[in-house]
């Protein structure tokens, strides 16, 4: 039940068409996995929270750096040296004290993806590098939960709405490529595609409007143009094709020079 | 183009269907590039015979392995897929920064 002070905080979206109290509180009821603490999190995670999400989980290694802070908006200066995560809890903490936020200051991967994923209703896909995006799609495919990805170079950005076994997965997309370094990357950028994830999840989780299921959605800031493509099941697919069970096959890949 | 397409002039049939055999034998297409392969400055090319995007990309001086996902007239497609006069090309670099 929404009570007095969330009718009052939740006011402006409860009068939403096709909101209401049943989606709010569908979304108090939601527990969301932000895997990655860095500019898509810290985008989707705040606004998530604002909206009112039950719970947020947010998992990434990483201390906060000063070169971190053109792109990773919940962070100050006086956070740097200090647990990205546990800064983002904080933020959130103050901005929404109802979402329940659990920290998780942990290297991401094979070996535990899978415990700290289960229980969550969706996957916010919010890292940095291919091989863990992998490693998330794979879970998210044995956990039967949708991931909303997000990834950022440049300007230019793109976001996608995977549901395991019904639309393409992240590895249909890239087959197992992988690139390497860190991308040059403005603050805008990763704030956008963020908050396109955020959207998405709120749409999924309260089962309102149209997703990006199977739909790539390409956004070029220099160009202010947004493309969107269909991205078809690869029926061979290691992850969620025939090809499930197989070795891996990462291939890498190298940036332009 | 428009003086061939009038009916009026003598052996407009003829130029047009030649001008029609000239567009399966080769062509041009429209490139748009995005993110990191923007640095190609290419917005056309043109071709002589069958071309796919992997012929493309190797004139054009660009590697496969910086190629993440090729659209053509919107639709997504494949490297070995080929291309027709007046196609709108657009590659999209793997990118994975968060």
């Known amino acids: ?257 | 183009m428009s003086t061939t397409e009038n009916p009026k002039i003598p052996g407009w049939t003829r130029s047009r269907s030649s001008v029609t055999l000239l567009a399966m034998d080769g062509g041009r297409i429209e490139t748009r590039l995005y993110a990191s392969l923007r640095k190609w400055n290419l917005t056309s090319y043109s071709f002589v015979g069958t071309t796919t995007v992997k012929d493309f990309l190797r004139n054009a001086g660009i590697r496969e392995e910086d190629v993440g996902i090729v659209v053509i007239n919107g639709k997504r497609q494949q490297l070995d897929t080929g291309l027709q006069d007046g196609d709108v090309v657009s590659l999209f670099p793997l990118i994975d920064g968060g």
């Open chain 1, 1 to 257: 039940m929404i009570d007095d002070a969330a009718r009052e905080r939740y006011q402006r979206q409860l009068s939403l068409d096709g909101f209401g109290a049943a989606a709010q509180e569908k979304l108090a009821e939601a527990s969301v996995f932000v895997a990655g603490a860095g500019g898509l999190g810290c985008s989707a995670a705040i606004y998530l929270a604002a909206a009112g999400i039950g719970r947020l989980r947010v998992a990434d290694h990483g201390n906060v750096e000063l070169g971190n802070l053109n792109r990773q908006i919940l962070y100050g200066e006086r956070d740097i040296g200090g647990h990205k995560v546990a800064a983002m809890a904080r933020r959130i903490e103050e901005l929404n004290a109802n979402v329940s936020v659990e920290p998780l200051h942990v290297t991401l991967g094979d070996d535990n993806l899978y415990a700290l994923a289960k229980g969550s209703s969706l996957l916010i896909d919010a890292l940095d590098n291919l091989p863990s995006r992998y490693a998330l799609n794979k879970v998210a495919i044995r956990l039967g939960v949708p991931i909303v990805h997000g990834a950022v170079q440049g300007f230019f950005g793109q976001v996608m709405t995977i549901v395991p076994n019904v639309t393409a997965c992240l590895m249909c997309l890239y087959g197992g490529r992988v690139s390497s370094g860190a991308p040059p990357v403005i603050g805008v950028a990763p704030g956008v595609i963020g908050l396109l994830q955020a959207t998405e999840a709120i749409k999924i989780l309260t089962g309102i409007g149209r997703q990006l299921r199977g739909t790539l959605l390409l956004f070029d800031g220099l160009q202010t143009r947004i493309t969107e493509v269909e991205i078809s099941r690869d029926p061979a697919c290691p992850h969620c094709g025939r090809g499930r069970g197989a070795a891996p096959v990462i291939a890498p890949a190298r940036r332009p020079a």
